[in-house]
């Protein structure tokens, strides 16, 4: 909203916008993969309501994880619950950032692809990271490249024991 505000000062030639411009300077976040940004306290929100990523102490028959359609083709998966291949990667993280699905392995795809459903899965406080186990570097993909390996995305805690259920053939 200050920045609505700003806008409409700047527009009518007011001068106390530049300390709107200095509060929300003052507010943002610098990252050299993200640029700059505002958080709102890490928190995500799914039509009004509060999302968060499960944490399960242990996996049972309810629960379930979202897969590309030719994960039999390309890993051996030995996750001990369901799994969803539901068509839409974005969805896929989503589902795990609203708590729904335990976590995620997303095939090799560009940043387009991603980029909004992982802001949404790190404010809902999961994470992500490649099947090797190293975290990926976003901004190598700003050329138009594709991840270069598949990616997990779960709770932090979820992570290594969702990597070690799923390897490559």
């Given at each position: 909203i200050q920045a609505m505000i700003g806008l409409i000062l700047h527009r009518n030639d007011d001068n106390s916008v530049l300390s709107i411009i200095?509060?929300?300077r003052e507010k943002s976040f610098k990252n050299d993969e993200l640029?700059?940004?505002w958080n709102e306290g890490n928190r995500a929100f799914w039509n009004d309501h509060e999302i968060q990523v499960v944490n399960p102490e242990s996996w049972h028959s309810e629960h379930w994880i979202s897969i590309p359609s030719n994960t039999q083709r390309r890993y051996q998966n030995h996750f001990p619950a369901k799994c969803r291949s539901l068509g839409a990667i974005i969805s896929d993280l989503c589902y795990v950032a609203r708590g729904?699905?335990?976590?995620?392995l997303i095939g090799r795809c560009h940043l387009w692809d991603i980029?909004?459903?992982?802001a949404i899965l790190e404010?809902?406080?999961?994470?992500?990271?490649?099947l090797s186990g190293q975290k990926p570097r976003l901004q190598d993909l700003y050329?138009?490249?594709?991840l270069p390996e598949p990616l997990i995305a779960a709770h932090a805690d979820q992570l290594e024991k969702l990597r070690s259920s799923i390897q490559p053939l």
């Open positions: 200095k509060s929300l640029g700059m940004y729904s699905s335990v976590g995620s980029a909004a459903a992982l404010a809902a406080g999961g994470d992500y990271i490649g050329s138009g490249a594709v």
